[in-house]
């Protein structure tokens, strides 16, 4: 069965970066997209960014662009998500998802807390 799991989460002051990761374990697996999403208490889950499963092509939300970036080198390489000029309001849990279409999700991971505080 495969699983996403995340990684590199954490504490961070204002204005720093962070680089989560997120893999696949579980056996041979490929989907379309692979996106991370983040959610706090009492909140929507939300958008952060995407990319397809080759890396060819990239969205963010409005509040991630220009400071974070999602990459990945190659499909038998992890999902990358670069954080820079970390807001407090950027604190969440980071989740890493997968499918089989553009904003149609199958898999999700555990998450990994981000929190950005002085």
């Known amino acids: 069965q495969v699983q996403l799991v995340e990684s590199g989460g954490g504490l961070v002051q204002p204005g720093g970066s962070l680089r989560l990761s997120c893999g696949a374990s579980?056996?041979?697996?490929?989907?379309?997209?692979m996106g991370w999403f983040r959610q706090v208490p009492g909140k929507e889950r939300e958008f952060v960014a995407a990319?397809?499963?080759?890396?060819?092509?990239?969205d963010y939300a409005d509040s991630a662009k220009g400071r974070f970036t999602i990459s990945r080198e190659n499909s038998m390489r992890p999902v990358y998500l670069q954080m820079t000029s970390l807001k407090p309001e950027d604190t969440a849990v980071y989740y890493c998802?997968?499918?089989?279409?553009?904003?149609?999700?199958?898999?999700w991971g555990q998450g990994t807390q981000v929190t950005v505080s002085s």
């Open positions: 998802a997968a499918g089989y279409a553009w904003d149609r999700y199958t898999y």
């Open positions: 990319i397809t499963w080759t890396g060819g092509r990239a």
């Open positions: 579980g056996g041979t697996f490929s989907a379309y997209v």
